[in-house]
């Protein structure tokens, strides 16, 4: 039903930027969560940022103030700018949708099911 399909991954130096796009389709339930979740070598999956229906977002404390999730409802496209990009950011980025979710301002990625998943986009941050 959902369809999710990550683009914008690629190398960069160490204080670069990324923006990461995911190009979304099909029907999507009224009071959904869109996010940003990535996963490095050796490390467990962590939720990265995250969007409700309302346009409320959240997220982890390593990427507050560096990262932005937005979303471009018109193009059906969910985005992620990242700036002062480290090495610790190195990992597969995938693109997720939960279809109930709420995000309270300032509060982590809620932890919750998320339904449908991208195959994921590939960021390596080099020193």
């Known amino acids: 039903q959902v369809q999710l399909v990550e683009s914008g991954g690629g190398s960069v130096q160490a204080g670069g930027s990324l923006r990461l796009s995911c190009s979304a389709s099909g029907y999507m339930p009224s009071m959904y969560c869109m996010g940003w979740f990535r996963q490095a070598p050796g490390k467990e999956r962590e939720g990265v940022a995250a969007i409700d229906h309302n346009g409320s977002t959240g997220y982890v404390n390593s990427v507050k103030g560096r990262f932005t999730i937005s979303r471009d409802n018109a193009k059906n496209t969910l985005y992620l700018q990242m700036n002062s990009l480290t090495p610790e950011d190195t990992a597969m980025y995938y693109c997720?949708?939960?279809?109930?979710?709420?995000?309270?301002?300032?509060?982590?990625?809620?932890?919750?099911?998320?339904?449908?998943w991208g195959q994921g986009t590939q960021v390596t941050v080099s020193s």
């Open positions: 997720a949708a939960s279809s109930w979710c709420r995000v309270v301002a300032g509060d982590p990625p809620p932890l919750v099911k998320y339904n449908h």
